[in-house]
């Protein structure tokens, strides 16, 4: 498809056994720095859940001068300084997919890894009026940032958002479970220049969607090694699940990562 004036591509895929006449949710699956959508498909295996569960899913690629990444803010490649309208081809991708299949508007959701799961945090604060909730997998928010440290700063969802948020201890270097430097570039904002890049933690992400839903109350333990707020504004709720160990992007299937994202997406609509 067509985004202005840029080529791009996705892989849709349409659960056996659909005959059209029913509303189906949609699964969008973002792929991690210098991937694509077919390797996140065979990653995740959304698809395989979406057969079995009848929801259809897409797997976008990311732009060639975004340097295989996705524009999240200050990581990661040159997407944020090329000024790639990552948002602006998602609106566009889940309209054609609406326009080609009979899809549920009130159940679309984001996920993906790495990078990938830094765009599903950029499309939870920028198209809140578009996905029902998100599952970002080994990355933090780091909308808005424009220092070492970026954080969620830039955020503004139109509406409280479902955040359910994987993660790992036993990546140290790439996405640090306690925060801190990357070997990762930073990728400046146009015309600003900044040095070295670092993640908050994944403790201190959490504890931002909370403050973003506005959630009171305190978390409490969740099967799987998570815990959830489930007090959050206009019934959603936020969640982290963490597996101990693990390496950058390889927990799908240890934490049950599509398995645990499903089954609390099927809670959560858009209002």
Not at 29 to 52: I, P, R, V
């Amino acid at each position: 498809m067509t985004v202005g004036a840029a080529s791009r591509t996705y892989i849709l895929h349409i659960p056996t056994g659909y005959t059209g006449t029913k509303p189906l949710p949609l699964v969008v699956d973002f792929h991690a720095l210098g991937g694509n959508g077919s390797g996140q498909k065979g990653l995740s295996h959304w698809d395989t859940k979406g057969d079995s569960n009848m929801f259809i899913t897409a797997f976008p690629d990311s732009a060639s001068n975004g340097g295989n990444g996705w524009n999240v803010g200050m990581c990661c490649q040159s997407a944020q300084s090329n000024q790639v309208d990552d948002v602006g081809f998602t609106r566009a991708m889940i309209k054609q997919i609406e326009g080609m299949a009979c899809v549920d508007p009130k159940r679309i959701y984001a996920s993906g890894c790495s990078n990938g799961g830094g765009m599903t945090y950029k499309v939870a604060c920028d198209m809140a009026d578009v996905f029902a909730a998100g599952a970002p997998v080994d990355f933090r928010c780091v909308y808005g940032g424009t220092t070492a440290s970026p954080s969620c700063a830039g955020c503004n969802p139109a509406r409280p958002i479902s955040i359910i948020h994987f993660d790992n201890t036993g990546d140290t270097s790439l996405v640090p479970y306690n925060g801190g430097m990357t070997s990762f570039a930073a990728d400046c904002p146009p015309n600003q220049s900044c040095t070295g890049m670092g993640f908050p933690s994944a403790a201190a992400n959490f504890t931002t969607w909370q403050t973003l839903d506005q959630c009171t109350g305190s978390t409490a333990p969740t099967p799987g090694s998570c815990a959830t707020n489930s007090s959050c504004q206009g019934g959603t709720e936020v969640m982290i699940c963490v597996r101990s160990g693990g390496s950058h992007c390889g927990n799908y299937d240890a934490l049950k990562i599509v398995d645990t994202a499903w089954t609390e997406f099927q809670k959560l609509s858009l209002p």
